[in-house]
């Protein structure tokens, strides 16, 4: 995830760069069930509104709860699926705060009433995060449903009368594209102040979409829009809290922003994006799948690295004897093609494995959601200030 707001407000407050933090674990993003009321075009897990066989029973999910502490694991991402629809969920949710993990909730908003969203605060849920394609006729053909703009808007107004902090999500695609400054002022006129925008990845129903995934140009225009605004905030003392994902070359094209205002900041703000390390995919981002499966991260359920039921989370999370795992966590990864010969790698760490994966079928090839130019890549900009 990168954290576009903090990098804004570094570059406007200066000062010395901080030692960069190591997490003591992965965060988690845990699939507590598969079902969904939706039946989205995109959805990533291909969740459907049928009870899938083989589920983590309550009992066994709350072993694995255990075995996160043990792995000391900081954060948890409860997901699905709707995760609403997991009649335990405050009962884990309770253990899980009671353990000490942050604790977030991923939801399509849609279920998400008053009833729900006291119960959420009083489970002591951190942020609750609500998914919006764009505006209302664009989501709810991407959610394929009527009205589900309406209830995930009304969804998010109750969580936040509840006294939750929310988020909205927007997946960037082609085909809503155009609609980030008006959804973004809507969240704004909302009083949301968190936004984290979601590059597309080619995993579960998503893999049958792939042309929807938002052009190179069309990427370049959304994220020139987005610096702007977000750094006309900062600028404004309210930089907020605005996010991307699934794409680490958004930290590169950052760089090459602030090269052409700031030249004289570009090499501490390097500094800066190479300690925040780009692509975390089986490092400090993990994945647990609705049947107790353990994946690098949520878009490589088609690699299974262990069940939680037959060894303890820490131990599969530890054990690299798997190919794609070890090349996850060398430092630089064995990247190739453009990827391999990019200056900036170390920023991104190579970007989006998954990607590479599903259109060439070589999870080390070059990503091909990778926007920037050959002259983008080829440029050092203040490289050799970490030589």
């Not at 959804?183 to 893999?207: C, M, P, Q, W």
């Not at 938002?214 to 605005?242: K, P, S």
């Not at 990607?355 to 926007?371: H, I, K, M, Q």
């Amino acid at each position: 995830m990168f954290r576009l707001s903090r990098f804004m407000e570094a570059l406007r407050d200066g000062g010395p760069v901080p030692s960069p933090r190591k997490p003591a674990g992965p965060v988690v993003i845990w699939n507590l069930v598969r079902r969904c009321n939706l039946n989205c075009r995109h959805c990533y897990s291909t969740s459907a509104d049928t009870d899938f066989k083989g589920e983590l029973t309550t009992a066994e999910a709350l072993a694995v709860l255990a075995q996160l502490k043990q792995a000391r694991v900081p954060a948890l991402i409860l997901s699905g699926g709707e995760p609403l629809l997991r009649p335990d969920l405050y009962q884990l949710a309770g253990r899980a705060r009671a353990l000490g993990f942050h604790l977030s909730l991923s939801s399509n908003g849609t279920l998400l009433d008053g009833a729900h969203a006291a119960r959420l605060a009083g489970a002591g849920f951190d942020y609750v995060g609500v998914s919006l394609d764009g505006l209302e006729a664009t989501h709810d053909r991407f959610r394929r449903c009527a009205g589900a703009f309406a209830q995930a808007l009304a969804g998010l107004r109750a969580a936040s009368a509840a006294g939750l902090r929310v988020g909205v999500r927007m997946t960037l695609t082609e085909a809503n594209a155009a609609e980030l400054p008006a959804l973004v002022a809507l969240t704004e006129a909302e009083g949301i102040d968190k936004f984290y925008l979601s590059h597309f990845n080619y995993a579960g129903r998503g893999r049958g979409h792939q042309d929807d995934d938002a052009r190179h140009a069309g990427t370049r225009a959304a994220l020139d829009w987005l610096f702007d605004h977000v750094w006309a905030r900062a600028r404004q003392g309210r930089a907020g809290d605005f996010v991307t994902g699934n794409n680490d070359a958004d930290g590169v094209y950052l760089l090459h922003w602030i090269a052409r205002r700031y030249p004289a900041r570009v090499a501490d703000m390097r500094r800066r994006l190479v300690d925040w390390g780009g692509n975390a995919t089986g490092v400090n981002v993990a994945n647990i799948d609705n049947l107790g499966n353990v994946h690098p991260d949520t878009m490589w359920w088609q690699v299974t690295l262990g069940n939680v039921r037959e060894r303890p989370f820490g131990e599969i999370w530890a054990d690299r004897s798997h190919p794609l795992m070890a090349g996850l966590a060398a430092r630089p990864r064995p990247l190739q093609g453009r990827c391999a010969s990019c200056a900036q790698r170390a920023i991104c760490n190579g970007n989006t494995r998954a990607r590479a994966y599903a259109v060439s079928g070589n999870p080390w090839a070059e990503d091909p959601g990778c926007y920037l130019t050959e002259a983008e890549i080829m440029t050092p900009l203040a490289a050799e200030a970490l030589v």
